[in-house]
């Protein structure tokens, strides 16, 4: 779903996807939730470059095949993935300039890196991996 300037809210009711899920480039989308969704085969999550958006759901993800890339949308407050235990590939969670809260608090594995970069008073708990919560450098 991309280059929708007229897209304000999008909630995804699906639970399986064969096939990545990409959000970009929506210049007035303020909310993006996926409350079914479970699993995510062949590919990964991409959210990138949407400059409203404020809040990012998917609290009944388990399992992602390829990458999560949550990159430069500017207006982010919250990402909850609660219920995510296994990324097949890696995490890239950067430049979202107003990042509050990051919770991934039951990740399990993760089978590529984890890059995240949040402010200093950030909350961020990203499972067994927590250690990779860091601020950027001054």
Do not use: W
């Not at 959210?47 to 809040?55: F, G, H, Q, R, T």
Request: hydrophobic share 35%.
């Amino acid at each position: 779903v991309g280059n929708n300037s007229n897209l304000v809210s999008l909630t995804m009711n699906l639970e399986r996807v064969d096939g990545g899920i990409s959000v970009g480039n929506n210049s007035n989308l303020t909310s993006l939730t996926m409350p079914n969704l479970q699993h995510v085969y062949h590919r990964g999550i991409s959210v990138n470059l949407n400059p409203k958006l404020a809040s990012l759901t998917m609290d009944n993800l388990e399992y992602v095949y390829g990458d999560i890339g949550v990159l430069d949308n500017l207006k982010l407050v919250s990402l909850t993935m609660n219920n995510l235990q296994n990324v097949g590939g890696g995490i890239g969670v950067l430049d979202n300039d107003n990042l509050a809260s990051l919770a991934m608090n039951s990740l399990e594995d993760v089978r590529g890196g984890i890059s995240v970069d949040l402010a200093p008073t950030a909350s961020c708990d990203l499972g067994d991996f927590t250690s990779f919560c860091s601020s950027p450098p001054n």
